[in-house]
Nanobody
Framework: VQLQASGGGLVQAGGSLRLSCAASGRIFSFNVLGWFRQAPGMEREFVAEVSWSGGSTDYADSVKGRFTISRDNAKNTVYLQMNSLKPEDTAVYYC??????????????WGQGTQVTVSS
């Protein structure tokens, strides 16, 4: 299983970015895909997740109404559309996948990070 994240960059506050995560390997067994982020000196935190088959989603309170997670099963890709970005959204963003959803947001498969920097 490989997860390849892309789409990060530098954007001004109020701007938008769309992150992509392409999955390959035994992806048919994944039931959930998610995005996490880690800012310097901070612990990694949950951002959003989407179920692979049903399309149900969950978001961290800090991004609700601004970020949208979606997936394209035909392309084996999950997206994170980020609007109204704030400097506090600056972090390395990681995509992740697992076979089942958990309340604890635990994931076993991780991609490499992509840097998002929001300037004020």
């Amino acid at each position: 299983v490989q997860l390849q994240a892309s789409g990060g960059g530098l954007v001004q506050a109020g701007g938008s970015l769309r992150l992509s995560c392409a999955a390959s390997g035994r992806i048919f067994s994944f039931n959930v895909l998610g995005w996490f982020r880690q800012a310097p000196g901070m612990e990694r935190e949950f951002v959003a997740e989407v179920s692979w088959s049903g399309g149900s989603t969950d978001y961290a309170d800090s991004v609700k109404g601004r970020f949208t997670i979606s997936r394209d099963n035909a392309k084996n890709t999950v997206y994170l559309q980020m609007n109204s970005l704030k400097p506090e959204d600056t972090a390395v963003y990681y995509c992740a996948a697992d076979y089942s959803r958990t309340v604890e947001k635990k994931y076993r498969f991780w991609g490499q990070g992509t840097q998002v920097t929001v300037s004020s």
